[in-house]
């Protein structure tokens, strides 16, 4: 497929190395900010544009990576009307693109520029506004891995909400974890064979099941005495109090 | 070093195995339930006693994992006094051992029977009552693996309070991830990527400094959103405003 890709961030970048793996052509990289658009368009080596009236219209699909506020007010005439045009947001329904040819490529991952991540493992939410169209980039999603799911745009919702427990509440759950530790001149790393654990374990048995502490024991003497260790700091005391009460009624 | 275990928990068992790989001698395992004791003393290959008087006087250290309620009713006469006796509780200080070769061993991990985690990356935390003990435990447990580190009682709390957030907090986030995927036909394992690579990130960047998300973007659209599609779920709502305050506050 000819892709162009409008948007230069983390996904982008991301995206566009998995893409060439896997034999696709880019053939512009999009960004308002010259600098963004040249620094990915010269790490995949195609062109870079910072116009929308320098846009390619031999694409087959144009994949819009932007953040979700610059998805309502983009100028969608640029593309034309013969192609697909997704974007790649969890929250924002695929009727913001006011296209007939309109879907949502959402591969549900958190993505930097520095750590390219393996694509082949990212489960990718698929929705398009005709059934050709979603079979299209069903098809299209499939050439990346196999972990392709159809999903409309209200279930995406709940998807993408259900991402943010699971990555960042996790990763300010590690940051409290790193406050604590800090202020007892112990480094997070210590923790990292815990968190690896952790995290290996809900490959095997549902969270649920893999509960473990003194909340779920309802060790009350445990529960009290960390709260009043944490009695300087407010906002930690908040946390514990109300995760251990939740995992108690759970 | 011979040993003897006393109590045949996760953590005993998991243990065991990583004392026998190291090369030491386990001359007994204790437990009060007959069941317990043999299940681990077979596993290991050797005698399950259920009564103190059995004790062997011959090893040079007892290792005490029972739970934190039992560690402070246990009978310590039936131990040696020639002898080092040690608990493994992270949140229970030494001096609960009324004995002059007192100490602790901790190694913190999350354990279950069903999964015998490596022990050579698991970090060890040792406190003893004199030098000599200290010294002793320490290489003691650097038979076992490298990642030794002493600690007193005091710090030892802080260790275990910051242990819960890594782990039962973020457990109990994977268990609210579950709730939401299961309420539209979902499976946990399309999460499994996302989990993975945030447990992967925090070894290469601090947390604070891997937070993604709305709350960190202060993007009060979509928090907002979020927060109205849990309005049928007030557990979950209180907890996705509370840790997105403190995010955004971070």
Do not use: W
Not at 3 to 22: D, I, K
Not at 25 to 52: K, M
Not at 58 to 73: F, K, P, R
Not at 85 to 98: E, N
């Amino acid at each position: 497929m000819k892709v162009v890709l409008v948007g230069a961030g983390n996904l982008a970048t991301n995206l566009a190395v998995a893409l060439q793996q896997s034999g696709h052509t880019i053939l512009q990289v999009f960004s308002r900010t010259s600098q963004s658009a040249e620094l990915l368009a010269n790490r995949v080596g195609v062109p870079a544009i910072t116009s929308l009236s320098q846009l390619s219209q031999e694409a087959d699909i144009y994949i819009v990576s932007i953040s979700d506020s610059a998805l309502s007010t983009f100028d969608y005439t640029a593309f034309p009307t013969h192609s697909l045009v997704v974007h790649t947001a969890g929250s924002i329904p695929m009727d913001v693109i006011p296209l007939e040819r309109r879907g949502v490529f959402y591969p549900m991952q958190t993505f930097s520029r520095q750590r390219i991540v393996d694509f082949s493992e990212i489960p990718i939410f698929v929705e398009a506004a005709s059934d050709d169209d979603t079979q299209f980039l069903t098809d299209f999603a499939h050439t990346i891995n196999n972990k392709v799911y159809r999903l409309s745009s209200a279930d995406r919702l709940y998807l993408h909400l259900a991402a943010v427990y699971c990555s960042n509440f996790v990763n300010h759950c590690y940051a409290m974890s790193e406050d604590i530790l800090r202020q007892h001149g112990l480094p997070f790393s210590v923790m990292l064979p815990l968190v690896d654990e952790v995290a290996a374990k809900v490959h095997q048995v549902s969270p649920h099941e893999a509960q473990t502490g003194p909340a779920i024991r309802h060790d009350e003497n445990v529960i009290r005495h960390h709260f009043s260790l944490l009695e300087n700091d407010p906002q930690l005391q908040e946390i514990y109090a109300i995760m251990s009460k939740h995992i108690a009624n759970d």
